[in-house]
């Protein structure tokens, strides 16, 4: 076979590839070093900047250990505060001041506790006074000045309250069958796509607002014991409140939403949702339901009285019986702080919320907005 002589295109051609590959390959080496500081290097650290960010914003980053104030003495290791020993810081009010959790509709609450506030006044035959209060720093600040003396917590304020202002927990809502079994559900539309936890990756989780054991707290810690890490893993919304969350999912505006299981069935009998409109992916351990005690520096017979008026009081037939008729609360169960609130004080340590009571100058110099209580 004779070989074909090349045309002098053909050897132009040929006489330019290496010119060509020595001109481009480097090109392109430059475009993809360029690339890599210019864009890739930059959007990784950003990333990671932002990683870094919410973390801090959210306290997984530094770890605290929240303890009793150095003020309080725990003699007996139960992790509540003793009843002072100098009798000079007793205190046995004329007028007992209660208030169940701080919310913004107050006034309906001072309704619907209205049967408690009687028999607390008859049994330590002293008149009660129900205190309005529609923020949890106004709350843990009544109590720490001596504002309130009797009062109800949410979940995630109690260990607050005890570290603080030296509260002390007597019991918690419950049923027939003893404590309610509040849980932090992870909930998504009937038809999502994710089918469990992992199903999160790429995702982003709906939570309630920062003060909120079941609906913020819990679940972003209790994900890391699955592996899952904010931000690297998922994002984060706040909707303010469980409710907001629930409607959120019934109207597919979120993915998946944090919310307490009690709020959840409280939602399904009031219509809010139904059960064909979401699917539970996920179901925490048991938290306690929210808390009622009394401060630590009244007189011990006084305290005494309160705490039985607490266990003695009957639900039935009272408006207390209707409000938590659906979460199926009809009765005060006893608490043992040390023991029921560990996993919370475990969540509140790990998320990095260091213990405080906001004060009012400071909310108005960082423009902080007051805090509102839930149930959990």
Not at 242 to 251: C, D, F, L, P, V
């Amino acid at each position: 076979m004779q070989n074909t002589p090349l045309s002098a295109g053909s050897k132009r051609s040929a006489s330019l590839l290496p010119l060509i590959v020595a001109v481009v390959v480097p090109v392109i080496a430059v475009v993809a070093a360029l690339y890599v500081v210019l864009v890739n290097n930059p959007q990784r650290q950003n990333q990671e900047m932002n990683r870094q960010t919410m973390q801090s914003v959210v306290g997984l980053a530094n770890p605290v250990n929240n303890s009793l104030a150095p003020q309080f003495t725990d003699a007996n290791g139960d992790l509540v505060a003793d009843v002072p020993t100098d009798a000079s810081k007793l205190i046995d009010p004329p007028t007992l001041l209660f208030s169940y959790i701080a919310s913004d509709d107050a006034p309906q609450y001072k309704q619907t506790w209205a049967s408690f506030t009687e028999h607390l006044s008859k049994v330590t035959g002293k008149p009660v006074e129900y205190v309005l209060l529609t923020s949890t720093d106004d709350q843990l600040r009544a109590l720490r000045d001596g504002g309130l003396h009797v009062t109800g917590l949410n979940t995630g304020s109690v260990p607050i309250a005890v570290n603080l202002t030296g509260f002390v927990p007597v019991a918690q809502l419950g049923g027939a069958s003893g404590a309610t079994d509040v849980r932090t559900a992870l909930i998504v539309p009937a038809d999502s796509e994710i089918k469990d936890v992992r199903g999160l990756v790429g995702k982003i989780l709906t939570v309630t607002e920062p003060n909120s054991n079941s609906g913020y707290k819990a679940p972003i810690v209790l994900l890391k014991d699955f592996g899952l890490n904010l931000v690297t893993d998922f994002d984060i919304r706040n909707s303010g409140t469980h409710e907001a969350s629930i409607e959120g999912i019934a109207k597919k505006e979120y993915e998946v939403a944090a919310v307490a299981t009690d709020m959840l069935e409280r939602a399904e009998s009031t219509g809010k949702i139904s059960k064909g409109q979401y699917r539970v992916v996920y179901n925490s351990e048991s938290f306690p339901a929210a808390g009622i005690g009394y401060v630590y520096n009244l007189k011990p017979e006084l305290a005494e009285k309160i705490r039985q008026a607490i266990q003695t009081f009957q639900f039935t037939g009272t408006s207390l019986e209707k409000e938590f008729a659906s979460s199926r609360q009809d009765r005060f169960i006893p608490v043992d702080y040390k023991r029921d609130w560990q996993l919370i004080r475990r969540i509140d340590n790990e998320i990095g919320r260091q213990h405080k009571i906001m004060e009012p100058e400071l909310q108005e110099q960082t423009g902080e907005e007051p805090t509102t209580q839930e149930a959990n």
